[in-house]
């Protein structure tokens, strides 16, 4: 009996320390006065609308780069020219000696002058005997002999014209002129060099005013912004950044666009002409081409700091007039400035937090309060 009686006595103060931390637990349950309470900054989406840029580096080539070959073989005698100069179109580059080709232009013109005389000659023993081979006075063999001789002295004499016309494009091919408006390269050719139409070029002239700028784009690229209807077609203006970061005064002008995808890269080539007036850039020099692609119209923006990712989905975070917080998902688009495009069931009229997001999240588990601060 005394053992049942202990054994009673020891289940009932169990029950009531059991009872008793129960309750202390009941109080120690938090409540909005004894949650944290965290200050977040509040707005609303805007609406706007945001265009859409994309940057690919491009390449400056000549428009032209002409190379100055040798038409006959010789020295240089001459060169009339400094590395990088500024050149203007028939402007001599070189001169080669031109001794052998000026005694053969003389060679060749009293060969031109000796069959002039034959020619003039036998036209006139023609003449002579035309009339006398009419009244008999001399056999047509001997008319129809100086006819043939008075042709073969012509056609001597047209061989001979064109011999002194070569001789005298061979003197003037020993001065080299500039083909084009442009700049001299590093002359590969100098004084006391023997130059020969088989050989390399002597120096490369090369047009950079415009300057033509060589840029290559993905195939999604050139299908998202619309094709030869988009802001890439041809005679469309695109920016232009040089390396130093500076945004180049002048845009360039697309002129052609490449009628197949590269297989290997998977891109689309293509040019555009850039004004260059002061020859700043240059040919190999490597820019950033920027040019519109999309533009998203009316769309809603909000600040980039109120969108949250939480296992890869973007949230932003909405407060109703209590201050209840709710996560919205949303899927995020263009950026503009400190703002991004959003879509998903907000609106303009929605209040989102824009500052304090970790705070309005652990606000959303009931693990703190807030204080709004519009």
Known sequence: MGCLYCMRQYVMLLLVSTLGLSACKREAAPTE????????????????????????????????????????????????????????????????????????????????????????EAAQNVEYYRPLVKDGSVARQTFTEAQRKAEAAQAALQAARAAVAQAKSNVEYCTLRSPLNGIAGFARADVGSFVSPGGAPMVTVSSVQPIRVSFSISEQDWLNQGGVNGTLRPGAEVQVQTA????????????????????????????????????????????????????????????????????????????????????VPVTTGALQGENIVVRGAISPQSLIVTSGTQQAMMAAAGRAVLKVEK
């Not at 500024?86 to 013109?109: F, H, I, N, P, S």
């Not at 009316?298 to 949250?308: D, G, I, R, T």
């Open 244 to 327: 130093n970061g500076s945004v180049y005064p002048h845009s360039a002008r697309i002129t052609g666009v490449d009628n197949e995808v590269s297989a290997t890269m998977g891109t689309l080539q293509m040019d555009a002409l850039l004004e260059n007036p002061q020859a700043l850039l240059r040919p190999g020099m490597y820019v950033t081409v920027r040019a519109a692609v999309a533009e998203y119209r009316n769309a809603l923006l909000v600040p980039q700091s109120a969108v949250v990712s939480v296992q890869g989905q973007q949230f932003v975070l909405t407060l109703d007039s209590a201050n209840k917080v709710s996560m």
């Open 33 to 120: 006065e004894t949650l944290p309470a965290y200050t977040v900054t509040v707005g609303h989406p805007t609406v706007g609308n945001v265009t859409v840029y994309r940057d690919w580096i491009g390449h400056l080539e000549a428009d032209v780069a002409a190379e100055v070959l040798p038409r006959v073989e010789g020295y240089v005698l001459e060169r009339l020219f400094t590395n990088g100069q500024t050149v203007e179109k028939g402007q001599v580059l070189y001169q080669l000696d031109d001794t052998l080709y000026a005694e053969a232009l003389q060679q060749a013109q009293q060969q031109e002058a000796q069959a002039a005389a034959n020619a003039q």
